[in-house]
């Protein structure tokens, strides 16, 4: 068991970016979080609007936080909504977005990390986000 | 292609401001980011009330952070309420405020700023804000 | 004794912009708060830094909050500089930058509002920012 | 002149990791912002401790904010340190850190972004900064 490396963290970026760029979509913000929170790496296509970086690092901040994919974390928001506002002010400065594209990083059941995307559909990012750790060889964990 | 003049500016927020007074609206807020989310120009009417000009920034601030004129993120807040009220808290200080009168400036398809109007009604301050954009010869963007 | 109107604001900001043209400034940036600490006028120009508006609006905020002209927020900064780190994160967001160049607009010794400047060396700042109000009629207090 | 792209940002950031590891430095964060203050890339290296990237983020954040490279800023600091300790309070979240190592990207004299780095001496950290600006036929600007 060890930490992300690098590696690691680039072939998942890698990856997720080429998958977005084989099925047309928009330009993409991807970003990749230790399990500490740290950042490990970042790459943001050319044409992405101006705080769409931000927008992935709050997906994968909220995952880190709570210990939790975004797509459960957007079900507790339908479910709890004023849990989920107060937890955004709690969880640091990068906040949360309780939406899909928010994926843990996990290496057995241990979570070695997040990864956050933003700039399609939300259900296009987590598609981006899951084959990025896969090629990896780590295992995604949605919330799903 | 060239970034957003002061000239170009100021040609948007005089108009907006003439299209104001021409239609008898209550006083206005202008102002106009440049594509960095930097301030190019404001100005705000006589009687204008205490934070009109915060809700015009937040108007603009939050078209430029996604990339979509404020009238899109309405209905998106609409259709995923906690996914816009997360946004707000991670595009920045100026915040979001999601309706109709936060305007991209494109130049052909580039962003090259936002306007953000507030003071009336949100459809009578988009018509002001793309009157203006309008009269810099530039193309305006409202997400209609 | 009347509000600062935006007429009067936009004399400010222009004669400001003129007089640093005139002397050869670098790139400034020009903000106008009415005694509310509400936004009148802004005029940022081509080529200022990222965040030179910012500074400009904290000279300017600085000023209304404590009552004084920026230089004497400097000097105050220079004898107490705990009293003036603190009292920064206590003036709201805009915050406060404790250098010349944030000036009281008075009329008569009424606080109508403050001229923040901000781009050149502090002094030139402050000179055009006092030659604006000036042209407006007004008075400005530096802080001197 | 067009914006940095992320072709580019990357061949910066993967320059000055190999300058590191020629060199046998400590393991380096290194982060790439656009003109907009955009993240674009960033790559930190295994074994950094928690909040280099941070650290990083805001040497680059200042050089964008003020459009000086971070060692101006460092001699700013000298100088003057209740103004820098302040401006770092309003250059937005990523605040300011005053030592070299915040280098601005210039094509000709326009600035295109600016890279941070951190994790060695802040002389190190600006060597690498620089060798990949320049790996990317970009003029580095350290402020010296």
Do not use: W
């Amino acid at each position: 068991m060890t930490d992300l490396s690098l590696a690691a963290a680039r072939t998942i970026v890698d990856t997720a970016l080429a998958t977005a760029r084989s099925r047309g979509l928009k330009p993409l913000a991807v970003i990749v979080y230790d399990a500490r929170g740290s950042l490990k790496c970042v790459q943001v296509e050319d044409g992405a609007s101006l705080r769409r970086a931000e927008i992935a690092l709050a997906k994968a901040n909220g995952a880190l936080a709570l210990g939790l994919g975004s797509r459960a974390i957007a079900k507790r928001a339908e479910e709890q909504p004023h849990f989920v506002a107060a937890v955004s002010h709690v969880v640091g400065p990068a906040a949360l977005v309780p939406v899909p594209g928010g994926v843990l990083i996990r290496e057995g059941e241990r979570v070695v990390g997040a990864v956050g995307v933003s700039g399609d559909t939300s259900d296009n990012d987590e598609i981006c986000a899951v084959a990025g750790i896969e090629a990896a060889g780590l295992r995604a964990d949605t919330g799903a």
